[in-house]
């Protein structure tokens, strides 16, 4: 006797069934549909991505610090701040919040009402790699 798959209840006929080009034909729409689903969900996701733009990634030395400028608390983006001996932070800032994801205690992001300033020190590892993926922040150097 036949079942059923449990993610998109295609039709599994028993061994000792006999084919049923109705069930197959069934199948191959669900296996249609699910497909273009799919294509339709990484065609959004590649077009958002596309949106998304490396800005103003640079060096800093020493007391050196950044500023970037937004619009809008609806903006959202991601801040890095990076050495070459992997030390480093990364920032989420979305809806008017800034929120750490790995912090470093050479690296400071202060939010303001317009800007969000990194500013770092004891470059002694060498220079911070700064930058942003964001549609709506754009850096001031300080």
Known sequence: ??????????V??????????????SNM????????TNADGISTLNSNIANLAP??????????SV?????????SAIIFAASANNNGALY??????????KTA?????????DYITITVSN????????GCVSAGLMPIVS
């Open 1 to 10: 006797m036949a079942t059923n798959t449990t993610n998109y209840n295609m």
């Open 12 to 25: 599994k006929p028993a061994y000792s069934d006999t084919a049923d080009i109705a069930d197959i034909n």
């Open 29 to 36: 729409d669900i296996i249609d549909a699910q497909m273009k």
């Open 55 to 64: 800005k103003g990634s640079m060096r800093l030395l020493d007391n050196q």
């Open 67 to 75: 500023m970037f400028t937004f619009s809008s608390y609806s903006t």
């Open 92 to 101: 989420v800032f979305s809806n008017g919040y800034l929120a750490p994801i």
């Open 105 to 113: 205690s050479n690296i400071t992001f202060t939010l303001s009402s």
């Open 123 to 130: 470059t002694s590892g060498g220079p911070i790699h700064v």
